[in-house]
Antibody, heavy 119, light 106 residues
Framework: QITLKESGPTLVKPTQTLTLTCTFSGFSLSTTGVSVGWIRQPPGKALEWLAL???????RYSPSLKSRLTITKDTSKNQVVLTMTNMDPVDTATYYCAHLFGEFPFDYWGQGTLVTVSS | DIQMTQSPSTLSASVGDRVTITCRAS??????LAWYQQKPGKAPKLLIY???SLESGVPSRFSGSGSGTEFTLTISSLQPDDFASYYC????????FGQGTKVEIK
């Protein structure tokens, strides 16, 4: 059974750096073809893909946010970490992590964590 | 970047109605398209992948079609549990979502 869960601060101040952790079970990020991605959703708005890391440590970033994002993995801990620098109120959103395998889309998602950016 | 445009943004329908949602890609994505259902406060749920393949456990009243740049999600007979928001997503080049379609009770 695949599960993912996001964790991190619920409130950050403008200009601060956000660090989110995705802790997962039921699969290994050392298995060929497996990836974990981050997606966010501002309140009442659409989903936006942010970043993805694969079993071979290949990393992909949204072109519009690439300069602010870093994604890493700790295979031994079954965790993926996303950092986003220079947070702004427009970055207020629910942040999800999700599992992806091979040529399939995101099939298993975490419950999401709401991050509010406010002074 | 590949842009995804869904229509309509909102759809009012009754239980038993046949519902169709359209998604258009800004360039060809072959069949690399997925559809998700999302209910308030919940994570998206995968319904359809590869444009027309039904995810395991998803009711057969959901179907997808299309290729290239034009895609549709059809619900053959709308059920009470189907009132939700629906998103298309391309995964041909990175990952991009449409802006969503909210299916409301008429």
């Amino acid at each position: 059974q695949i599960t993912l869960k996001e964790s991190g601060p619920t409130l950050v101040k403008p200009t601060q750096t956000l660090t989110l952790t995705c802790t997962f079970s039921g699969f290994s990020l050392s298995t060929t073809g497996v990836s974990v991605g981050w997606i966010r959703q501002p309140p009442g708005k659409a989903l936006e893909w942010l970043a993805l890391i694969s079993w071979d440590d290949d990393k992909r970033y949204s072109p519009s946010l690439k300069s602010r994002l870093t994604i890493t993995k700790d295979t031994s801990k079954n965790q993926v970490v996303l950092t986003m620098t220079n947070m702004d109120p427009v970055d207020t959103a629910t942040y999800y992590c999700a599992h992806l395998f091979g040529e399939f889309p995101f099939d298993y998602w975490g419950q999401g964590t709401l991050v509010t950016v406010s002074s | 970047d590949i842009q995804m445009t869904q229509s309509p943004s909102t759809l009012s329908a009754s239980v038993g109605d046949r519902v169709t949602i359209t998604c258009r890609a800004s360039q060809s994505i072959s069949s690399w398209l997925a559809w998700y259902q999302q209910k308030p406060g919940k994570a998206p749920k995968l319904l359809i992948y590869k444009a027309s393949s039904l995810e395991s456990g998803v009711p057969s009243r959901f179907s997808g079609s299309g290729s290239g740049t034009e895609f549709t999600l059809t619900i053959s007979s709308l059920q009470p549990d189907d009132f939700a928001s629906y998103y298309c997503q391309q995964y041909n080049s990175y990952w991009t979502f449409g802006q969503g379609t909210k299916v409301e009770i008429k």
